[in-house]
């Protein structure tokens, strides 16, 4: 026993570095927080690959697999724009001796040179990237020196559209180092070029993740006790495909959509019943203020007994022992006070406060 769990011990570790990489994301964006719960599952779910050979080579197969696996898991529920800033900050966390300390500063701007004069550079460098290339010979100074900028290859380099592609033979540098070298000479081309540095080092295709399949979604990822969020832009609408994916798997009968124009709709509570495989899925709409207030100014004048406009416009989710009338108010007659939870509270004309 105490064999096999020296085995994976390595794979253990790589899986709690990987979780605190990704914790930081919630640096950036508040939404961008992931659950330890679903972080397990994702690392239970990479074990079942059946790799033959070694326990060593296997557990190595693992590891790179669980970053790919991390990685498109994670990406789908960023925005686009941070796509490239992850994949970055992935390749930095996981493989910091690939990255040194000074050169991960320099790169992020956080190392700043002491460049007091433009110091004597490469005739074939565009004076806008003076002081950039100064400031990298200032950092790196050694490096600088024996790249040999002066030789005619790096001229030649210059002037190549897809530079990072295409760097000197000769020229012996890391893949970091290629970066440093693009940022300060070659900026037009630093987005692809930290591209293929991140998809060299995590080992997956492109920094966008695979396209979104529902059913393999449902059936594959889901479970029972968490509901799925689907958070889309403008020009993004997967209303057909969850309709057909509804009626599929569960029928016309057990698929409801709310639309935006009912403010206060009473249905049964939306079910998921892992024994019997079933699930009803809805389709809800947020309300947009003045929409809201509009509903409002309509309910306060068909009530009568209601003298103050209803300033919330929350949607609440009733256990299906409320009901309400055709005015979307409380059925009095079935309304059972002693079994109101102790959370909701009404005031003197029962309307919750």
Not at 135 to 160: G, M, P, V
Request: charged content about 30%; glycine content about 2%; overall charge neutral.
């Amino acid at each position: 026993m105490q064999l096999e769990r020296n085995d994976y011990l390595p794979l253990a570790k790589h899986g709690s570095k990987l979780f605190f990489v990704i914790s930081d994301l919630a640096k950036v964006n508040n939404m961008y927080q992931f659950s330890l719960a679903a972080f397990l599952r994702l690392f239970q779910r990479n074990l079942e690959r059946t790799d033959r050979g070694s326990s060593q080579d296997r557990t190595l197969s693992l590891a790179k697999s669980q970053i790919r696996m991390a990685y498109n898991y994670i990406t789908r529920s960023l925005f686009k724009s941070d796509r490239l800033m992850f994949a970055m900050h992935l390749a930095h966390g996981m493989f910091p001796k690939k990255i040194p300390d000074n050169e991960w500063e320099h790169f992020i701007g956080f190392s700043v040179a002491d460049v007091k004069e433009i110091r004597t550079l490469p005739s074939w460098v565009n004076e806008e990237r003076s002081y950039d290339v100064s400031a990298f010979k200032t950092n790196f100074s050694q490096l600088f020196s024996n790249l040999r900028f002066d030789d005619e290859s790096w001229s030649h380099w210059n002037s190549i559209n897809d530079c990072e592609l295409h760097f000197p033979e000769d020229k012996h540098l890391t893949s970091f180092q290629q970066l440093l070298v693009i940022q300060a000479f070659r900026p037009d081309r630093l987005e692809s070029g930290m591209k293929q540095f991140s998809c060299d080092l995590l080992g997956i295709k492109d920094i966008s993740p695979e396209t979104l399949n529902l059913r393999k979604l449902y059936t594959k990822e889901t479970i029972s006790t968490e509901p799925i969020l689907i958070i889309i832009s403008p020009g993004a609408d997967p209303s057909a495909e969850l309709r057909d994916l509804a009626m599929e798997i569960t029928g016309k009968d057990r698929y409801s959509e709310i639309g935006s124009q009912l403010l206060y709709v009473c249905t049964e509570p939306s079910t998921i019943q892992s024994n019997t495989n079933s699930i009803d899925l809805s389709k809800r709409y947020r309300l947009d203020k003045k929409e809201a207030s509009t509903s409002n100014e309509n309910k306060k004048s068909n009530d009568d007994d209601d003298d103050d406009q209803n300033n919330g416009d929350h949607l609440l989710l009733m256990d299906k022992r409320y009901r309400f009338d055709k005015r979307y108010r409380f059925d009095r007659r079935q309304l059972d006070m002693d079994r109101i939870n102790k959370r909701y509270r009404f005031d003197k004309r029962y309307r919750f406060d």
